[in-house]
């Protein structure tokens, strides 16, 4: 289930500090902003901030409050753009949709937040805000590299999340009992594999290649015996 939007409140190092990333899962510092203002769905814009994208989050830190802070993992992030069109808002931003894991009729439009008592699952939209308008560009390249380290994980009919997805290495070890097999693919490719009932498709491909390589060699050899006995 997505995780949605959370508080931070906690910081590392001195002055106005940084977010804790998780480096033993191998979380990364991908870019820091300063300067950004965020917005939370229909309230205000909360100014000074500043933006750290990492490999795994989006994290948006007070300058001034030490005690504020937002962050949702990438993957709870469904959709990021660039928004310049000043009848949407009138700064040049990023635009993004966050998935909550809220239910539908749990959601509330309305900007009851405003009292302070911000409930973080009611919010579904996110916009950053640079102060340089130059630099929305570049953080929007910056959240299409993250996303790209972040895949959605597929589901089954189950429902339950599942990664299908097969390095170059991992098939070419399949085939690797016939050195003369024809399932080759590009070293630096990722090919996206489904499950076949309860089988491992990937492996049914490559044992299909496999068994049909055999069977030439199978009827290659019959055809040169009989070519010897005449």
């Known amino acids: ?91 040049p931003c990023i635009y993004a949709q966050i998935e909550s894991g809220a239910e539908d009729d749990e959601m509330d439009d309305s900007d009851s937040d405003s009292n302070n008592n911000l409930d973080l699952s009611k919010i579904t939209e996110m916009r950053l805000v640079p102060s340089d308008p130059n630099q929305v560009d570049t953080l929007f390249a910056i959240f299409c590299e993250c996303a790209e380290l972040n895949p959605d994980p597929i589901e089954d009919d189950d429902g339950e999340g599942h990664n299908w997805n097969f390095g170059a290495d991992q098939l070419e070890n399949e085939g690797s009992d016939d050195e003369d097999s024809e399932f080759t693919i590009s070293q630096n490719s990722t090919h996206t594999i489904g499950a076949n009932g309860n089988n491992d498709l990937s492996h049914s491909v490559v044992q299909l290649q496999i068994d049909d390589q055999r069977f030439e060699d199978a009827e290659e050899s019959e055809q040169n015996d009989k070519n010897g006995h005449h």
């Open 1 to 91: 289930m997505a995780a949605g939007l959370r508080f931070v409140t906690e910081r590392a190092g001195g002055d106005a500090g940084q977010p804790f990333f998780d480096e033993d899962n191998g979380e990364e510092l991908m870019h820091m902003q300063p300067g950004v203002s965020i917005v939370l769905g229909n309230r205000p814009p909360e100014f000074p901030g500043t933006l750290y994208i990492s490999t795994k989050r989006v994290v948006w830190l007070s300058d001034t409050d030490r005690a504020k802070g937002y962050a949702v993992d990438i993957v709870s992030v469904s959709l990021h753009a660039v928004s310049r069109d000043p009848e949407t808002y009138p700064s």
